[in-house]
């Protein structure tokens, strides 16, 4: 049994996500979690809200509420939200509780110690109007490099170049356009990543587990020239600089960069889980964390979009590895390109495109599951339209799974009294079914070992599409007529099959696979990914083993209600 740690990208606490954020990370963490567990193995599925920074502080404003209260109500409504999509986390924690807090100042204490960090005096944009110093991200301009006219103070995302907000030709700032900033001296703190440039390209180079956009990403800034980078900010809301315990000198109302803060938070919210779950054994934090604690054995798997990719593979290693501390670095980092809004981006500031909790108002989770794991935006971005989602939602799930599903379900209970027949002996039907799941079987399994999403699930909807070809063939509500052994060895074989696409169904739709799975009678423990002898798996269910048709598992999305989310939320090319 393997030891699997899974985190996904930290959805910002300023309101709820869109479904380019959920497709992007914290949805494909799921599927590979609930993939593992499946096969057998102990997995530990850790999350959190990024809670620092400006944007908080600025969205609590505009809420007219304390910011803390503001974080408080915003983690449950990005909980709850996570609930709807059935994300199962083994904990959700919070980058704004204590044992993140005293991580981020124990990094920072021991990179001090390594020579790592210096103060600096720096100079910074000011803007008047604000009446405040302006984060990075919160000037905005003309990039020096390619002229995109919204590059923003960190990094432009039209080339990519990282950038100091004093790079840019004709700033302003975000939060109230005005251009009346002035570049003014202040003390920060600095975290010294030239120093620490070649451990960290050494690490890159040894990553063999990294798809080729994380790499091409990793090297881009490697090859550039690291930065040394301001791991500090002249906020209220974060976690105070420290030294030997107390607030450092000249420091006083300066905080850690949410940056440095964030990726420390996966450590934190183990701290917290393991606090709330008795913290021994393999609930121990540090098993999963500290090699020399045991996390020796551990894979690390890391799921997040291409824009964060950059921090997790320089950034963060620059205070894992400058810490020269035994903690547990990343094995495999499953990186995404962009779920699209009818070809333009979606967008939590601007307010594009669907978010969260409206799809769920519109349709269960496992709807929206399905759509974005079977079109996920793996080796390019992915576009949404309405019409692409009906039509995959209505061909996949309610015509081939929720009718293959409906159909030897009620037939069972019409004409064999809702029980598994044990009459018959397999023929040509079931030896031609037997062979397709003995070849796609083991291609779903690979496809989900490489986190191949998207081909893992066409390789399930290929098996689904099986299981009706498989009844065409078997036709046992024509041979009923004349020979009811025959007609019973099809139903039979149907009838696990429907088990198994259940099974199957469990990382992708883990709601509908319960339904399904339930009404067959299958017990907990023999529902896992452990499929063995293909024969075995046709006839799984005991003779005479009583199954209930479920209610009908998806309704088919209909063109008015396409045109009615249309004319609600867009659904058009974005402007040139």
């Known amino acids: 049994m393997a030891r699997i740690l899974i985190t996904s990208a930290l959805p910002y606490i300023n309101g709820v996500k869109h479904l380019g954020n959920l497709a992007g990370s914290m949805l494909p963490a799921d599927v590979y979690a609930r993939f593992q567990r499946a ?25 007219d509420m304390d910011v803390r209260a503001y974080c408080d109500e915003q983690h449950e409504i990005q909980k709850r939200a996570g609930d709807g999509f059935a994300l199962s986390y083994d904990y959700f924690g919070r980058t704004s509780n204590e044992p993140n807090i005293v991580l981020t100042q124990h990094f920072a204490h021991v990179l001090e ?21 302006l984060p990075d991200r919160y000037v905005e301009g003309t990039c020096p490099h390619c002229d995109f ?23 302003y700032s975000k939060i109230s356009g005005s251009k009346n900033l002035e570049v ?47 791991i500090t900010r002249d906020l209220k809301w974060g976690v105070p600089v420290t030294r030997d315990g107390q607030p450092r ?65 320089v950034s963060f290693p620059a205070t894992i590895l400058g810490s020269e501390e035994p903690w547990k670095t990343v094995d495999k980092l499953k990186a995404f390109n962009w ?45 949404f339209t309405w019409e692409h989602f009906q039509s995959l939602i209505n061909s996949d799930l309610a015509n081939v799974l929720g009718n293959f599903v409906n159909r030897i379900t009620r037939y069972t209970a019409s004409k064999f009294d809702g029980r598994v027949p044990a009459a018959g002996e397999p023929g040509e039907a079931e030896a031609w079914i037997a062979d397709e799941l003995g070849q796609r079987l083991p291609a779903i399994v690979a496809h989900m070992e490489a986190m191949e999403f998207r081909k893992a699930a066409a390789e399930v909807r290929a098996v689904w599409a099986a299981g009706n070809e498989y009844l065409t063939r078997a036709e046992p509500w024509v041979k009923y007529k004349s020979d009811v052994d025959a007609a019973a060895v099809g139903v039979r074989t149907g009838l696990n099959l429907v ?28 529902r896992s990914w452990q499929f063995g002898d293909i024969a075995g798996l046709l006839d799984a269910l005991p003779h005479g083993h009583a199954i209930t048709p479920p209610p009908v598992l998806f309704a088919k999305i209909e063109d008015d209600q396409v045109a009615e989310w249309t004319q609600r939320f867009g659904g058009a090319e974005p402007d040139a």
């Open 184 to 230: 003014r001296e202040t003390k920060h703190l600095h975290l010294l990543q030239t120093k620490v440039e070649p451990q960290i390209r050494a690490w890159v180079d040894a990553a063999t587990e990294w798809p080729s956009l994380a790499k091409s990403i990793a090297y881009k800034w490697l090859d550039e020239g690291l930065r040394d980078r301001s």
């Open 339 to 383: 779920l699209t809004w009818y070809g333009g981006k979606f967008s939590t500031s601007e307010q594009r495109g669907v978010f969260m909790d409206q799809a769920l108002d519109l349709l269960p989770g496992d709807y929206w599951r399905w759509y974005l794991t079977a079109n996920a935006p793996e080796g390019a971005d992915s576009a």
């Open 113 to 133: 110690e390594k020579g790592l960090i210096e103060e600096r005096l720096e100079h910074q944009v000011f803007s008047i109007d604000d009446d405040r110093f």
């Open 249 to 313: 000198e000249g420091f006083e109302n300066k905080v850690f960069y949410v940056w440095f803060d964030a990726p420390i938070g996966y450590i934190g919210a183990t701290v917290e889980w393991a606090e709330a779950n008795g913290g021994a054994g393999s609930r121990d934090w540090e098993s999963w964390w500290r090699t020399d604690k045991g996390a020796g054995d551990v894979t690390y798997v890391q799921f997040m979009g291409k824009d964060n990719v950059a921090f997790h593979t």
């Open 499 to 526: 088990a198994l696409f259940g099974i199957l169904a469990q990382p992708f739709i883990p709601e509908a696979a319960g339904r399904i799975l339930d009404a067959m009678g299958v017990p907990q423990d023999r």
């Open 39 to 63: 096969m057998g193995h102990d997995v530990l599925y850790i999350c959190a809200t990024d809670e620092h920074g400006t944007p908080a502080e600025l969205a609590a404003a505009a809420a």
């Open 149 to 171: 006219e919204r590059a923003r103070g960190d990094q432009c995302d039209n080339c990519g170049r990282l950038l100091e907000p004093t790079d840019l030709k004709e700033p």
